[in-house]
């Protein structure tokens, strides 16, 4: 089996502001990165155009007509302090859609054993009616939404490792019994959201905060005492990551002391989960990471696991 990597050129056409840290730079340094692993092992995909269909099994309406119509024809327009349209973000965040939708059902078709969306703008903190963090769609619990109402799985469980509580997630999902949604992260921080208190409405939220300034040691104490038992307990017929690269440490955005080495460590903890309970079906896609070298460094290693485990087990 091979590991699909699923991108589009299209999302070179999100344009933020000068000196926004969600900038076009981001997805250029990750092409380099992962253009030196060559094609062994790899099939490399254009992420489709995603429907409305696929967007309202998470979010109304009523806010798939907002982020239209606040697409700007030229220029660039303000959703919040944060979030930015220019003319191409509409598409871009669509791609982004289709890219999750894609990868779910290619894994569970089998034509591949893994997947990697490296698309932006990312998703993580959009809300059923609140475009905000940079983020437009809520692209993995649509993914998870696809893979239960399309595909028919019982339990699908969503590990977020991004510095930034996953709050779009955790809103689009709180209410998906079917689904488990669990976020390591940063706090306080912003969203400020995260707190272990906060549990969904049926005990399928785990969120467990990270002090500023902890590094792998601690990473792996909350994988190893809480994140990993709760998802062997769950026994999820597929893992998918929120993979966000700004819990290391050169990351201007936060202040973790993560390192690559730690997210193989994570990411390879997650795939045993994957392998035991899910056929080792993974779906992973891009969220934050904001310092270009460490993102670039930290998504191909990443994505490397994925290789190694979707090619040989």
């Known amino acids: 089996m091979t590991t699909a990597l699923i991108t589009h050129t299209d999302c070179l056409q999100h344009v933020t502001p000068s000196g926004h840290p969600e900038r076009v730079d981001r997805l250029m340094a990750i092409y380099a990165a992962l253009d030196a692993l060559g094609d062994d092992g790899l099939i490399r995909v254009d992420a489709p155009m995603g429907t409305d269909a696929d967007i309202l099994r998470v979010h109304p309406q009523a806010h798939i007509d907002a982020i239209t119509a606040a697409a700007p024809d030229s220029g660039s327009r303000a959703l919040d302090a944060d979030t930015h349209m220019s003319a191409g973000s509409l598409t871009a965040a669509y791609r982004g859609v289709g890219a999750m939708t894609k990868a779910v059902d290619m894994v569970l078709g089998g034509e591949v054993q893994n997947a990697f969306a490296a698309m932006r703008p990312p998703g993580h903190h959009a809300e059923k009616q609140t475009p905000m963090g940079f983020c437009l769609f809520g692209n993995i619990a649509i993914a998870a939404k696809h893979a239960l109402d ?164």
């Open 150 to 313: 399309v595909h028919g799985l019982s339990r699908v469980a969503v590990v977020d490792f991004d510095v930034h509580h996953g709050n779009g997630t955790q809103d689009l999902l709180w209410d998906e019994d079917r689904a488990l949604f669990i976020s390591s992260h940063q706090m306080p921080l912003y969203p400020g959201s995260g707190a272990a208190h906060e549990t969904g409405a049926s005990g399928n939220i785990l969120n467990v905060p990270l002090a500023a300034h902890s590094g792998g040691a601690e990473l792996r104490d909350v994988y190893e005492r809480v994140i990993l038992p709760a998802l062997n307990d769950y026994k999820p017929e597929l893992v998918l990551i929120s993979a966000g690269f700004d819990a290391h440490r050169n990351d201007p955005l936060a202040n973790l002391n993560w390192d690559e080495a730690d997210f193989v460590w994570a990411t390879q903890a997650l795939y045993d989960v994957a392998d035991t309970h899910a056929q080792g079906r993974v779906v992973s896609t891009l969220e934050g990471g904001y310092d270009l070298d460490a993102l670039a460094a930290s998504t191909r290693a990443h994505l490397e696991v994925l290789i190694k485990r979707g090619t040989h087990g």
